[in-house]
């Protein structure tokens, strides 16, 4: 299956994958704090063990603590 | 963990530090380097957790924002360099020039002035409204209005508010409510609970640790449609449910430059763990305070929620748990008395603050409200002999032997 995440292209075999997998598997900075969005849709953070990431999706890991433009 | 104070103690943000630290460590620094460039990228575009810029984003503060953020359940935390700051930033990120807010009418003074002194020439109108019944307030929302502001107990009037009937109200025309909690914290009233969109404190009260460093909070529920606040549509296409954290932070937090200090942050996580003690014992001695003020024949009236005789008294039993916060008002003769009952003052300090480990008086009419006509002062609760005393967590002995003598010395 093919995915985008965060704009890069990820190939993964095998069973389906949930988006808690995908956090792992990218080894994602305190997952807690971070959101996820498919094809533009916000996923509810307590869906994120029963939610499948399907082939071609466009994932995007998001956080709103840092970020944004500085000096 | 379902303890506040296990909570406040144990819950946080923190990294596996270097060196094993027990404690976020404060981070007093400006800016961050990353590996790459790409790494760059993702950190300005919010797609890793990555801090760039104190003004935007810090480790410490962050710690704050996700402890509080734990403790309240909240969507998200931003704190801000105070509680003034807090209200001007929702304010500006909710409403623009043309658009109205609705404000309960009794409202701390320095909020009062920013509404009517600073914010009304850009264009914004404020509805001051009677709220402790909530007929006018359906009338008063129209296809302008942007928010509903009101503070748990109002200062230094302390007038309670049915929160949850008012935000019932809110909710119909979808108008999100924004609570200044800063009297009660999270610890005494779960705003949340009570259908409050935006919680806004002044963390420099009871949450700095007593007064330590100046702060403050902006707490988003998470229990309001951003896609359905006018201001917030456009950011609601792209952030769904963060739309409000995601315009603070990419736009608003980061323009006004009203970032909380590292110091502060680190100084208020601390304040934070010792929160629930401090405020049990202020909520304690003000009890008993104002039961003895109202014994005393020199003390015209006294005003706390925590009185039976409090109109507010059953309110706020049920709103914040049993417990009626650290501020009290009473009246003397005249604001000639009240000057006279101040300066005998020995162990009671002479300070505007509020919730401070020490104990602290103050004469609103002559200070916070000295700005304002008499007409104005009238309007906004605050007589000429009326003092406010902000109860501490020293022995209680202690503070009423200094009170009595002041009294004995009228």
Sequence with gaps: MIITVNGETQTWEGAELTVADLLMRNKVDKPEMVSVQINGNFVDKKDYDSKKVTANDEVDFLYFVGGGKAS | ?????????????????????????????????????????????????????????????????????????????????????????????????????????????????????????????????????????????????????????????????????????????????????????????????????????????????????????????GNQDWGKCPRLQQAAQKYGPYALLAHLRREVHRNLGACMAPHNAYQQSLGLETLALRIDRSCENTLAVARFLTERREVKTVNYPGLEASPYHRLAKDQFGGKFGGILTFTLTDQKECFKFIDSLALVRRATNINDNKTLILHPASTIFCEYTEEEKKALGVPSNMLRLAVGIEDLDDIIDDLKQGLEAL
Excluded: C
């Excluded at chain 2, 909020?111 to 914010?119: A, K, N, R, V």
């Design chain 2, 1 to 221: 963990m379902k303890g506040f104070s296990s909570r406040a103690i144990h819950s946080g943000s923190m990294k596996k530090d270097a060196h094993g630290a027990l404690r976020m460590p404060l981070y007093e620094n400006v800016a961050f380097e990353f590996e790459n460039a790409r790494a760059i990228q993702f950190a300005f575009e919010g797609r890793s957790l990555g801090h760039s810029y104190t003004r935007i984003s810090n480790p410490t503060v962050e710690d704050l924002e996700q402890r509080v953020r734990l403790l309240t359940d909240a969507r998200g935390v931003v704190a801000v360099s105070s509680g003034m700051a807090a209200i001007t930033e929702v304010v500006l990120v909710l409403a623009e020039a043309g658009a109205n807010i609705i404000s309960h009418k009794y409202l701390f003074g320095n909020t009062y002035s920013l509404f009517e002194h600073t914010l009304k020439p850009w264009g914004l109108a404020v509805n001051y409204l009677d709220l402790t019944e909530t007929q006018s307030l359906e009338k008063a929302i129209n296809e302008k209005t942007r928010a509903i502001f009101l503070e748990s107990i109002t200062n230094p009037q302390l007038q309670v508010l049915d929160i949850e009937r008012i935000a019932k109200v809110a909710a119909a025309a979808n108008i999100p409510v924004v609570l200044d909690g800063t009297v009660t914290t999270p610890y005494l009233f779960r705003s949340r609970d009570f259908g409050v969109a935006i919680e806004v404190l002044s963390s420099t009260k009871y949450m700095s640790g007593g007064a330590t460093t100046v702060g403050g909070l902006i707490i988003d529920n």
